[in-house]
């Protein structure tokens, strides 16, 4: 089992910045690809950015350039730095692991990211 507590979230106005974390604990050896998604009320659950084992990084075409995740290893935290914030990333965004062992997929309880105009 995985644990995932994020934190970082709040209310920044239109085009300033904040930084995610996610810190997790439990089977942290077992974890193999971790990532930020978000649920913007009324809407589905969409991919934010993604970071693999292999430290390869994806993201969403709506977030390039903006966005940055990174893993500090160490701390056994990820992050999403994100900067140029618009109104629409107004989300619940959460963290997310899958495992190297099966088909297992962990969930943090979400953080409010409020972006005013």
């Known amino acids: 089992q995985v644990q995932l507590v994020e934190s970082g979230g709040g209310l920044v106005q239109n085009g300033g910045s904040l930084r995610l974390s996610c810190s997790a604990s439990?089977?942290?050896?077992?974890?193999?690809?971790m990532g930020w998604y978000r649920q913007a009320p009324g809407k589905q659950r969409e991919l934010v950015a993604l970071?693999?084992?292999?430290?390869?990084?994806s993201y969403a075409d709506f977030v390039k350039g903006r966005f940055t995740i990174s893993r500090d290893n160490a701390k056994n935290t990820l992050y999403l730095q994100m900067n140029s914030l618009k109104p629409e990333d107004t989300a619940v965004y959460f963290c997310y692991a899958d495992d190297r062992y099966g088909p297992y997929y962990y969930w943090g309880q979400g953080t409010q990211v409020t972006v005013s105009s």
């Open positions: 970071l693999s084992r292999e430290v390869t990084t």
């Open positions: 439990g089977s942290i050896f077992s974890i193999n690809s």
